[in-house]
């Protein structure tokens, strides 16, 4: 599946977007992105999947489910 | 939103018109512009601001808070736009315009799609100052 990063953590990162595989929860997502980047560590950020902020770390997450990483939002 | 299409609702002819012919009881319509501010930092200066959007939840969002004010409000009609891209100091970056019977529930709506505005809809801003350098700004 396809994680999109934007704002300050597009530019930490290095890139707009990111590909994972086999990641069943957010929890294993939360996991795998701060073992793989391990400055998101002090990194403030919501997660979004299919446009709508999530809170669960155990909601199931699926194959073609678009995740995005939020960093705080500062429009207007 | 890009700037030429985003200039566009700037222009309030079109949005004074339909309220003439389409709504007899509109006492009022009232718009907000956010524009960019000239901040100082440090030694150096705002220049302009760099705005980047998660487009289609930005979407979804704006609309949601669109819908929201006019049930809470009891608007006629409400329109928020915001610009994507490059904006320069004095420049708008969030226009907003709602059309309403009286004055009153009017100014409270406008405040309450700005907040929400600030707080709900995916955008981000890049400072770029006068001396080149840039930095992300989080809302205050």
Redesign the interface.
């Known amino acids: 599946m396809r994680v ?1 990063l ?3 953590l597009k ?1 930490i990162i290095g890139t707009n977007s990111i590909e994972v595989r086999g990641l069943k929860r957010i929890s294993d997502l939360k996991e795998f992105l701060f073992q793989k980047f391990p400055e998101l560590k002090n990194q403030t950020f919501s997660i ?1 999947v299919n ?1 709508e902020i999530v809170l669960e770390e155990d909601l199931e997450i699926k194959e073609n489910d678009e995740i ?1 990483l ?7 | 939103m890009k700037g030429k299409k985003f200039r566009e609702y700037l222009v309030y002819g079109k949005i004074k018109n339909s309220v003439r012919k389409h709504c007899l009881n509109c006492g009022a319509i009232i718009t907000f512009e ?1 524009v960019v501010r000239g901040d100082k930092v440090g030694n150096s200066r705002v220049k302009k601001i760099k ?4 487009e ?3 979407e ?1 969002e704006i609309d949601k808070i669109r819908r929201e004010a006019i049930e809470k409000f009891k608007l006629h009609d409400a329109v928020i736009k ?1 610009r994507i891209g490059e904006v320069k100091v004095g420049e708008t ?2 226009f907003v315009a709602v059309l309403s019977e009286h004055r009153k529930e009017g100014f409270k709506a406008i405040d309450y799609i ?1 907040d929400e ?10 400072e770029i100052l006068e001396n080149k350098q840039s930095r ?4 205050d």
Do not use: C, R, T
Not at chain 2, 51 to 54: A, D, T, V
């Open positions: 999109l934007f704002g300050k530019d979004s446009f995005a939020l960093p705080p939002i500062s429009g207007g | 956010g705005y980047e959007s998660y289609q939840m930005a979804k915001h970056a969030l700005v505005v600030k707080k709900k809809v995916p955008i981000w801003k890049k992300w700004k989080e809302n």
